[in-house]
């Protein structure tokens, strides 16, 4: 299991939940030296290094953040878009 970012964040990118994540799992940080962050609409949360610490859940402004057995029926398909994510981020797409 893991935490999903879901609609909420679209189009507003708080990094708070960036700075804070432990693990460094969500990504892109808006300090990055690559374009990245003002390319894509959301954030998102790697499946594959996710600790399931939960801190970044209540520190999000705008309640995007779930664990995945959580995240709304109508935000379940954020599951594979955080994920598909990191897929295309780890094969250089």
Sequence with gaps: ???VICE???DVKDSVCVDICPCDSIRPHPLDE???YNEVNQLYIDP???IE???CE???PVEAIFFEDDVPEKWEHYIEINADYYKKQKNGV
């Design 58 to 60: 209540p520190e999000c």
């Design 8 to 10: 909420p964040c679209v």
């Design 53 to 55: 610490c939960g801190v």
């Design 48 to 50: 594959d290094t996710c």
């Design 1 to 3: 299991m893991t935490y």
């Design 34 to 36: 690559s374009d990245e």
